[in-house]
């Protein structure tokens, strides 16, 4: 009785430790670098969903921002069903920064303003698994 108890037990719980670790990574997410051609460094590891928890971000606008053709920011739009690379060239475009350097003032500009997150490469730029998370 107690075999027959444990070789069922066994086979539930490594489902529902699957299950889990599965549901976990789920909101696990990363920014593309696809759009460079030569990367230097692999894309930053984000869990979109669980930063605006702690960073109480409410808005999509706040980090999906909209600009007019006068280069003025557009309140309470968001660009969110849009890729970054869709506006932001590699190079720079008249006011328009290039697709790097409009990543790092958006993410690292804002922790930089609020004092919190974080500011070194390496802690964004996660070299190992961060694709296939």
């Known amino acids: 009785m107690m075999k027959k108890l ?11 430790v699957l299950i889990l670790s599965a549901s976990s990574q789920e ?9 460079f051609d030569n990367p230097r460094r692999p894309p930053s590891v984000f869990r979109h969903d669980e930063h605006n928890e702690l960073a109480e971000i409410e808005t999509c606008s706040f980090c999906h921002h909209v600009y007019d053709d006068k280069g003025q920011l557009v309140e309470d739009e968001s660009s969110e069903d849009q890729l970054c690379s869709a506006c932001h060239e590699s190079e720079r475009s008249g006011n328009k920064p290039g697709l790097m350097k409009a990543f790092h003032i958006n993410c690292k500009g804002c922790h930089k303003a609020q004092k919190k997150g974080p500011l070194m490469c390496g802690q964004c730029h996660v070299k190992t698994g961060a694709k296939d998370e």
């Open 6 to 16: 444990l070789g069922m037990s066994i086979p539930t719980l490594i489902c529902l």
């Open 27 to 35: 909101d696990m997410r990363y920014v593309s670098n696809e759009p």
